[in-house]
């Protein structure tokens, strides 16, 4: 058994929110438990009883009361509902935590210093674009788009929109003019709002044209805004007298619509509840992340990514949202930590490939700085051993680094942190509460201690509502239900460990068979990337007509390196030493650059069919890409 990385202090148990809980359910339920486990089990077990023990530990305020917890369909999860009757607010209980004592937001870009945003400021915003929203006659249910940068403006418009009932969606400015149609085009907004311009990387990006033709093809709306344009400016600059108005919704009404990656079609509308994501990131954020009243919260992300809305609700919390915009490698590499450091941020997160990245680079930074971080927390794709190690070594030994895994389906995590159990390397530390995972086989048992499917035995209040303008819910079904019906297959190869901890090897859907034995990508990125050599990687593995298997491995290298028999036997020989034989590759070529969704992901099935002679139109969006101009090298190869 290998030793953990941390182990939680006794006073950071009893002073954390899961302890509060547990004291919580312990006086007003009389339910006592041996450990975090037999807590896990009963909140599975009992998910009425679990779920609504929440809303009410949590004090989730509504306007009037919820006829029944959980209605589910008879052998289906698709239709279930949640606390039926209750009418709330989201925006109504973010602006709860209003205070003089702390600033709501704090802010830095490339171009702007760090700011701090106060609640009284952040509401005159929300006011004054919600009185622009109200005379445009935005309703309940109207849908509100925005193309926009992850900055203070992006929180109040979201604000605005939530407090009147409307349904909110947004994407990132490095979207492409293709792929934001194809994703608002399905859901018909009534107002867009938009930046002319954005910074990445000390570079400025016009998207004005971008702007004008994406209006042009939304018939749907009735007007648009461009922050930081005259017109913005007298929007805000009217005195609004009036109180924010807070137009509730029923629990199970939409409150934002997310996108799946659209990299081999056009990307579904995936639309959450409103109740169903307030109560989840509650319990995500205050119990698993042990997020307080009072401390900074600091997530590197786009507004395209699921983890700005996760962010967001930090501070439903009573945290100080922590916002960054621009390229964390610009002016230099220690940007994010530099502001971390500035903003005294407790909380901080990032894609793993942030830190995968870093933690190759020649820089001093955590040799001269100190940094009061509680939390690191890491998504997106799996997070190494190595990273983990280096992150105590590097970073702090007493940091709670949180590695979680969900997804923009539930737009949450449902495995992730535990302030009660110790932290081992490689592995999420536990699965989160009322998140009844197993890992199963193809057969369809239960397995422990051996790689299986990621399957979610029972609802949960952040699965989808439904997918906007999905029939029949004929797509929902084919993303989840196909392989085990009433059964959440979530498409991911996991492992319980001894800890009952959780290691995840990757999509299934991208899973490397080699002679008919699974491998996960993970393992082979794992092992690649850990070699300083080795900037990036990407493999895939081609099943071939006459029934045998070609497995390429792309590397993209560091500068000044070159891929010379040394370095590919030195890759063979790391791959046979930490796997196996069979995650050696049959071949390796050098790449200029790995193929990327624009929230980051690895393009193994796109690569994997053009490779097998898919037209490249066919197998990807280049609009859905981060760096669409990587495919060149790809197609250029011979198919097999």
């Given at each position: 058994?290998?030793?953990?990385?941390?182990v939680?202090?006794?006073?950071?148990i009893?002073?954390?929110?899961?302890?509060?809980?547990?004291?919580?359910?312990?006086?007003?339920?009389?339910?006592?438990f041996e450990?975090?486990?037999?807590?896990?089990?009963?909140?599975?077990?009992?998910i009425?009883?679990?779920?609504e023990?929440?809303?009410h530990?949590?004090?989730?305020?509504?306007h009037t009361?919820?006829?029944?917890?959980?209605?589910?369909p008879a052998?289906?999860m698709?239709?279930?509902?949640?606390f039926?009757?209750?009418?709330?607010?989201?925006?109504?209980?973010?602006?709860?935590?209003?205070?003089?004592t702390?600033p709501?937001?704090?802010?830095?870009?490339?171009?702007?210093p760090?700011t701090e945003?106060?609640?009284?400021?952040?509401e005159?915003e929300?006011?004054?674009?919600?009185a622009?929203l109200?005379?445009?006659g935005?309703?309940?249910?109207?849908?509100v788009?925005?193309?926009?940068?992850?900055t203070?403006?992006?929180?109040?418009?979201?604000?605005?929109?939530?407090?009147?009932?409307?349904?909110?969606?947004?994407?990132?400015?490095?979207?492409?003019?293709?792929?934001?149609?194809?994703?608002?085009?399905?859901?018909?907004p009534?107002i867009?709002?938009?930046?002319?311009?954005?910074?990445?990387?000390?570079k400025?990006?016009d998207?004005s044209?971008?702007?004008?033709?994406?209006?042009k093809?939304?018939?749907?709306?009735i007007?648009?805004?461009?922050?930081?344009?005259?017109?913005?400016?007298?929007?805000?600059?009217?005195q609004?007298?009036?109180?924010?108005?807070?137009?509730?919704?029923?629990?199970?009404?939409?409150?934002w619509?997310?996108?799946?990656?659209g990299?081999?079609?056009k990307?579904k509308?995936?639309?959450?509840?409103t109740?169903?994501?307030l109560?989840?990131h509650?319990?995500?954020?205050?119990?698993?992340?042990?997020?307080?009243a009072?401390e900074?919260?600091?997530?590197?992300?786009t507004?395209?990514w699921?983890m700005?809305?996760?962010?967001l609700?930090?501070?439903?919390?009573?945290?100080?949202?922590?916002?960054?915009?621009?390229?964390?490698?610009?002016?230099?590499i220690?940007?994010?930590?530099?502001?971390?450091?500035?903003?005294?941020v407790?909380h901080?997160g990032?894609g793993?490939a942030?830190?995968?990245?870093?933690?190759?680079?020649d820089?001093?930074?955590?040799?001269?700085?100190?940094?009061s971080?509680?939390?690191?927390?890491?998504?997106?794709?799996?997070?190494?051993?190595?990273?983990?190690?280096?992150?105590?070594?590097?970073?702090?030994?007493?940091v709670?680094?949180?590695?979680?895994?969900?997804?923009t389906?539930?737009?949450?995590?449902f495995?992730g942190?535990?302030?009660?159990?110790?932290?081992?390397?490689?592995?999420?530390?536990?699965?989160m509460?009322?998140?009844?995972?197993?890992?199963?086989?193809?057969?369809?048992k239960?397995?422990?201690?051996?790689?299986?499917e990621?399957?979610i035995?029972?609802?949960?209040?952040s699965?989808?509502?439904y997918?906007?303008?999905?029939?029949?819910?004929?797509?929902?079904?084919?993303s989840?239900?196909?392989?085990?019906?009433?059964?959440?297959?979530?498409?991911?190869w996991?492992k319980?460990?001894?800890?009952?901890?959780i290691?995840?090897?990757?999509?299934?859907?991208?899973t490397l068979?080699?002679?008919?034995?699974?491998?996960?990508?993970?393992e082979?990125?794992?092992?690649?990337?850990?070699?300083?050599?080795?900037?990036?990687?990407?493999?895939?593995?081609?099943e071939?007509p006459d029934?045998?298997?070609?497995?390429?491995?792309?590397v993209?290298?560091h500068?000044?390196q070159?891929?010379d028999?040394?370095?590919?036997?030195k890759?063979?020989?790391q791959?046979?030493k930490?796997?196996?034989?069979?995650?050696?590759?049959?071949?390796?070529?050098?790449?200029?650059?790995?193929?990327?969704?624009i929230?980051?992901?690895?393009m193994?099935?796109?690569?994997k069919?053009i490779?097998?002679g898919?037209?490249?139109?066919?197998a990807?969006?280049?609009?859905?890409?981060?760096?669409?101009?990587?495919?060149d090298?790809?197609?250029?190869?011979?198919?097999?």
């Amino acid at each position: 058994m290998n030793n953990p990385l941390w182990v939680p202090p006794a006073t950071y148990i009893n002073q954390s929110n899961l302890k509060k809980y547990e004291s919580w359910l312990q006086a007003q339920k009389k339910l006592v438990f041996e450990d975090y486990q037999a807590m896990w089990q009963w909140s599975v077990d009992n998910i009425a009883d679990f779920w609504e023990s929440l809303y009410h530990f949590f004090g989730i305020k509504s306007h009037t009361d919820y006829q029944s917890v959980l209605r589910q369909p008879a052998h289906e999860m698709i239709g279930t509902r949640w606390f039926e009757g209750a009418q709330i607010s989201y925006a109504e209980h973010i602006f709860s935590n209003k205070t003089t004592t702390r600033p709501a937001i704090i802010f830095q870009s490339e171009t702007q210093p760090i700011t701090e945003i106060t609640w009284s400021e952040l509401e005159e915003e929300v006011k004054a674009i919600q009185a622009y929203l109200q005379k445009k006659g935005v309703q309940k249910g109207d849908r509100v788009v925005g193309f926009l940068p992850n900055t203070p403006e992006t929180i109040a418009i979201f604000l605005a929109v939530n407090s009147l009932g409307a349904i909110w969606s947004c994407c990132s400015p490095d979207f492409g003019l293709e792929s934001l149609i194809d994703r608002f085009q399905q859901i018909e907004p009534k107002i867009l709002f938009a930046c002319k311009e954005y910074h990445y990387g000390g570079k400025v990006f016009d998207k004005s044209e971008v702007v004008n033709e994406l209006s042009k093809h939304l018939p749907s709306l009735i007007d648009t805004i461009v922050i930081n344009s005259s017109d913005w400016d007298t929007m805000l600059a009217k005195q609004i007298q009036n109180e924010l108005v807070f137009t509730t919704v029923e629990f199970n009404d939409p409150i934002w619509i997310l996108y799946s990656s659209g990299t081999t079609g056009k990307p579904k509308a995936i639309t959450h509840s409103t109740g169903g994501n307030l109560i989840e990131h509650l319990k995500a954020l205050a119990l698993h992340q042990d997020v307080q009243a009072g401390e900074r919260y600091l997530w590197y992300s786009t507004t395209g990514w699921m983890m700005w809305n996760f962010a967001l609700s930090s501070m439903l919390c009573g945290a100080t949202l922590c916002l960054y915009d621009g390229s964390p490698g610009y002016p230099n590499i220690d940007v994010l930590w530099t502001f971390a450091r500035d903003a005294k941020v407790d909380h901080f997160g990032g894609g793993a490939a942030f830190y995968i990245n870093y933690m190759k680079q020649d820089t001093a930074f955590f040799q001269k700085n100190q940094l009061s971080l509680k939390t690191i927390g890491s998504t997106g794709s799996p997070l190494p051993p190595q990273a983990f190690e280096w992150i105590y070594e590097s970073i702090s030994p007493a940091v709670h680094l949180i590695s979680l895994s969900g997804g923009t389906d539930v737009c949450s995590a449902f495995m992730g942190g535990c302030p009660y159990l110790p932290v081992y390397a490689g592995e999420i530390q536990c699965r989160m509460l009322g998140a009844n995972i197993e890992s199963w086989s193809d057969e369809g048992k239960p397995v422990f201690g051996e790689v299986g499917e990621l399957i979610i035995k029972e609802p949960m209040p952040s699965m989808p509502l439904y997918f906007w303008k999905d029939e029949a819910h004929q797509k929902y079904k084919a993303s989840y239900f196909e392989k085990y019906p009433a059964v959440w297959c979530h498409g991911d190869w996991i492992k319980i460990t001894e800890h009952l901890g959780i290691i995840i090897y990757g999509r299934s859907d991208a899973t490397l068979n080699r002679d008919g034995v699974r491998i996960g990508t993970a393992e082979v990125y794992n092992a690649v990337e850990s070699l300083p050599e080795i900037k990036d990687s990407l493999i895939i593995c081609i099943e071939r007509p006459d029934g045998s298997f070609f497995m390429p491995l792309y590397v993209v290298l560091h500068e000044n390196q070159s891929l010379d028999e040394t370095l590919k036997n030195k890759i063979k020989s790391q791959l046979r030493k930490q796997y196996s034989p069979r995650h050696v590759p049959d071949t390796i070529f050098e790449v200029p650059e790995i193929p990327y969704t624009i929230s980051g992901k690895k393009m193994e099935m796109p690569i994997k069919k053009i490779l097998m002679g898919t037209p490249v139109e066919k197998a990807v969006s280049l609009d859905a890409m981060r760096n669409p101009h990587s495919i060149d090298w790809f197609k250029s190869q011979k198919t097999y």
